[in-house]
């Protein structure tokens, strides 16, 4: 598996780890990887705020 590790390393603190995996697209909350291995985004990241995607209608 390829990673970009070496092309980010260099804009990234090195705060928090990073995991060893390369997603290849998403939908939703979901992704998936160069293996085809799909993962669920839980997270919605540090200090940003969560944003719903691919909403095609707002709840009332």
């Given at each position: 598996?390829s990673t970009?590790?070496?092309i980010d390393q260099?804009h990234?603190?090195?705060?928090?780890?990073r995991?060893?995996?390369?997603?290849?697209?998403?939908?939703g909350?979901?992704a998936w990887?160069t293996?085809?291995?799909?993962?669920?985004?839980?997270?919605?990241?540090?200090?940003?705020?969560?944003?719903?995607?691919?909403?095609?209608?707002?709840?009332s």
């Amino acid at each position: 598996m390829s990673t970009t590790a070496p092309i980010d390393q260099p804009h990234v603190m090195k705060t928090y780890g990073r995991l060893p995996i390369a997603l290849t697209h998403g939908r939703g909350c979901r992704a998936w990887d160069t293996q085809g291995r799909e993962y669920l985004d839980a997270l919605g990241g540090i200090a940003v705020n969560t944003w719903p995607r691919c909403r095609t209608k707002w709840p009332s």
